[in-house]
């Protein structure tokens, strides 16, 4: 009796009591929770579309992003004010935090994820000549730092069901000018770890992981950036953790985070206790990190664990009301992934499950119910920034003509194309709200979903 009370003050407060209820005369609300099918799911359907003159589903303030804390203030004051501005304490505190919060031996805090990524791909000797395996549903950068060092990208297709890597096909695209992989735990769903590292194992080529949006996501009880020969993070502003720019490098291997350190610390080696700096020559910048950086990070590392779990949460409550609807598919998990960050909350849409609606309309209608979803990446593979990189004279020079000709073909991702026309995505910060309005989300999608040949024609 208490449950419908307050399944019914939920319902009256989202404006859909009257059809619920209309609803109910013809199926009980007790036949409905049965089935599994909350009753503003089924009350949504008998809505009109908001896009067609209805009420919004969601009304819904979004939570912003970043959420400052009251120790944001305080720990960046005090490096401030102390003229710690260069990393010397909080930076070293964050890596040291940062390392164990994943279960690694090392963490080499830097400027940004970029820069991670550009970092380890240096400190492994990457230049010129090179390829460099990497997946090709992702964000710009994981392409860039294989550019920036001249080396050559070669794409491995995507498993449209999970929006990673596809395991399968990485083995193919190595060939003996290999000299790293990187697959990229996108919006926080972790690559097949256990595929990816047994064919790089067995060619020896070290595994660059990009986790850039992979705060605490895990595979098999580890954190993803820990596995591999480096794992690379962002704390970009958009990112779950964040202070504005900022990256860090995770390793286990000793070697490789000296290399890394020296590589982004202008030659200088890693400090191992008192006593002089030691110099390690090769390839360099400063690609640091600055304390005020590092002591955002040590204050918004605080509730970074309880705003994980409050996303994946409802991440599992709209997933298992999202599967629901006909042409929905949320991103498929691999068995190993023990924790997804749910940077962003993925599915793919199917218009034939909805009477031909295309995505973007689909997308309209959703953002009229007051869901902020969007469409995801285009095909990076065929980027004009990369292609227009290719083609330059540097890069026909290293490789030839001939090579730099043939790379589209050699590149083509046809699952990855097929993936970027029905990709859409939820931002991490619609996760970190109520069961309630995983519900509305769900509604909404049901709603268009019931009325989507007449939104078709609109
Ligand atoms: C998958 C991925 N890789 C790399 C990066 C680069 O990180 P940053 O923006 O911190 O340089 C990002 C950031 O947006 C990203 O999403």
Known sequence: MARKATRRRFLESVGLAGAALGAAKTRSLAAMLEEGKPPILAAAETEKPALLGGKPVCRTNWPGWPKPRQSDEELVLEALRA???????????????????????YCIATSSGTTALYTSLGALGVGPGDEVIVAPYTFMASVTVILLHYALPVFVDSDRESFLMDPAKLEAAITERTKAIIPVHIGGNVADLDRILAVAEKHKIPVVGDACQAHLAQWRGRSAGSWGTTGCYSFQLSKNLCSGEGGAILTN??????????????????????GAVSYRFG????????????????????GLEERANLRSENAAHLTKLLRQIPGIHPAKEYEGCTRNAYHLYMFRYDPSQFAGLSRTQFLQALHAEGVPASAGYNPLNKAGFLLDALRSEPYVRVYGKKTIDEWPARNECPENDKLCEVGCWLMHTVLLTTKENMERIAAAVAKIHKHAAQLAKA
């Open 283 to 302: 390839r360099n910048g400063n690609f640091r990190m600055t304390e005020l950086q590092g002591a955002l990070l040590l204050s918004q590392m605080q």
């Open 253 to 274: 291997d000793e070697a490789v985070a000296d290399a890394c350190f020296a590589f982004h610390n202008c030659c200088r080696g890693r400090p191992k206790g008192r």
């Open 83 to 105: 003229g710690r501005w260069y990393r010397s304490r909080s930076v070293p505190e964050f890596e040291e935090k940062y390392a164990a919060l994943n279960q690694a031996k």
